[in-house]
Structures are given as structure tokens and as C-alpha cells.
């Protein structure tokens, strides 16, 4: 028996004609030639039988379910320039219980700030109760 390297599509077309001979595997490997023991490993071993059912997928795919128009690599078949329309993000809205801030400054002193406040006004405030300087 001379040996021959076949690829995975080579053995899924082989094991598709055996199945449909309706022979068995042995006979059907004595009557084309092929080892028994590898042909069985294309038909059974999980990696081998990935191998054959990819191959069975991309024999039946056209170029484009491949990623290919007029034969050229998936990448450059989709390759454009889109518009980018670049937006600035909208402010987080406070939660519907808060409507604010409360800063507590020691001494008792507190100062609530509502959504929205200036806060160069803040820093002043801030400035006052703590005695500095504006």
C-alpha cells in the first residue's frame, strides 16, 4: 500500500463515500487502498473529526460566507472609511432621592450645594466659613 498525505477535505469526501456505500469500514478501506487505523482516526477522533466537518463547511460556503470577494482576504474585503461623529457625553443625572450635596465643615457648619451649582461661589463659601482669604 503506497502512502499518500491527504488533507482533511480529501477525508471528508472519502468518509462521505464510505457512508454511502453501505459498506463496512474495513471493507470499504480494503476496497480503496486506504489504512483501516486512519481512516478510523478521521472518522472518530474529536480533533481530526473538527478537521473533517470544517472542511465539509468550507467546501459548501461560497467566497463571500468566507469572508472573500473576488478572492481577496476577508480584511481587505472590508475595509472602508465611515463617518465618526464625535459627541460630547451627557452629565450622570443625579439619582431621583438626591438632589444635591451636603458638606459638613466642623463646628456645625454645613453648606448644601444643589445640582448645577458655580463652583467658583463654592470655593468662596467654603473660604468664608473656614476664615481664609477668598
Known sequence: MAYVRRQAADWAALIDEWRQSGLSLPAFCRSHGLSRGTMQNWVYEPTLKRAVEEARREAHSTPADRGQADGLPALEASLAFLPVHVAEPAPAPLPAN????????????????????????????VAVLEGRPC
Do not use: I, K, N, S
Open 98 to 125: 438626591r438632589t444635591g450635596v451636603e458638606v459638613v465643615l466642623g463646628m456645625g457648619r454645613r453648606v448644601t450645594v444643589e445640582a448645577g451649582f458655580d463652583p467658583e461661589t463654592l470655593r468662596r463659601v
